[in-house]
C-alpha cells in the first residue's frame, strides 16, 4: 500500500518568509510525528499527534515552529519568519499504534537563504 | 539530559569481514530500534528490539538489546557492498509517548 507522503521534496526559501511542509500518513495510522534532520546529523524529535490527544510540542525549537494534524490524516508544520538554522531535511513518521514501528516519509529538504 | 551514542560513526570496511555498531543509551527504555538510511533517502526500519536479550537477525544483519547495560549491537556478518548506508539506533524512553530519540549514526562503507 501506500507509503508516508510528504510535500514539497525541496524548498528553497528567503530568511524571514514563512514555510509549509505537508505529510499524508499511512492511511489507519493513529500516531503522526516530525522529525527534523541536519546535515550529517541524527534526527531530531520536534512534534507528536495521537488521534484526537493533545500534540506533545515538547521537541518544538521555538514559538515559530507550529503544526497542526486534521483528525487521523494530514499534518502540517509551519515554521514563521523562517532563519537559516531552520536549514534541514524535515521528515514525518507514523504509525498504526504509539508504540509501533514508525514508518518514515521521503522528507521536505529546506533551505533558507 | 537523554543521550544516544553509536560509535563508531564512520566505518570502512571490506568485503567478507565482520564487525559490530554499538549503540549506548542513558536511560530506562523498553525499545530499541535500528533504521537504514541510504543517501538522498529516508528512514527504512530493520529491527525492533522490545525485551532484554532479544535478538533479531536478517539476512548479513543481527541485532541484539541488552537493557541491563543500555547497550544494543548490530553486527554485520560479511559484508558486502549492497550494505554501504547509514545506520541509526534510536530509543523510545520509558514514558515517552514514542517519540524517538536517535543516534548521530555509523555511516557504513563496504569496498570490494
Known amino acids: 500500500g501506500a507509503g508516508v507522503s510528504q510535500s514539497p521534496s525541496n524548498k528553497v526559501t528567503e530568511k524571514g518568509k514563512d514555510v509549509e511542509l505537508r505529510c499524508d500518513p499511512i492511511s489507519g495510522h493513529t500516531a503522526l510525528y516530525w522529525y527534523r534532520q541536519r546535515l550529517g546529523q541524527g534526527l531530531e524529535f520536534l512534534i507528536y499527534f495521537q488521534g484526537n490527544s493533545a500534540p506533545d510540542k515538547s521537541g518544538l525549537p521555538s514559538d515559530r515552529f507550529s503544526a497542526e494534524r486534521t483528525g487521523e490524516s494530514v499534518s502540517t508544520l509551519t515554521i514563521q519568519r523562517t532563519q537559516q538554522e531552520d536549514s534541514a531535511v524535515y521528515l514525518c513518521?507514523?504509525?498504526?499504534?504509539?508504540?509501533?514501528?514508525?514508518?518514515f516519509g521521503p522528507g521536505t529538504r529546506l533551505t533558507v537563504l | 539530559e537523554l543521550k544516544v551514542e553509536q560509535n563508531p560513526l564512520f566505518l570502512s570496511m571490506q568485503e567478507g569481514k565482520n564487525y559490530t555498531i554499538y549503540c549506548n543509551y542513558s536511560?530506562?527504555?523498553?525499545?530499541l530500534y535500528w533504521y537504514r538510511q541510504d543517501p538522498g533517502k529516508s528512514l527504512e526500519s530493520l529491527f525492533v528490539?522490545?525485551?532484554?536479550?532479544a535478538v533479531k537477525q536478517e539476512g548479513r544483519l543481527m541485532a541484539s538489546l541488552d537493557t541491563k547495560a543500555r547497550l544494543s549491537t548490530l553486527h554485520i556478518t560479511a559484508a558486502v557492498h549492497d550494505l554501504s548506508a547509514t545506520y541509526f539506533c534510536?530509543?523510545?524512553?520509558?514514558?515517552?509517548?514514542?517519540?524517538?530519540?536517535f543516534g548521530k549514526g555509523t555511516k557504513l562503507s563496504v569496498k570490494p
Open positions: 528490539l522490545l525485551s532484554n536479550g
Open positions: 513518521a507514523s504509525s498504526f499504534l504509539v508504540w509501533d514501528t514508525q514508518y
Open positions: 534510536a530509543v523510545a524512553p520509558r514514558g515517552s509517548q514514542g517519540n524517538l530519540i
Open positions: 536511560t530506562t527504555s523498553d525499545r
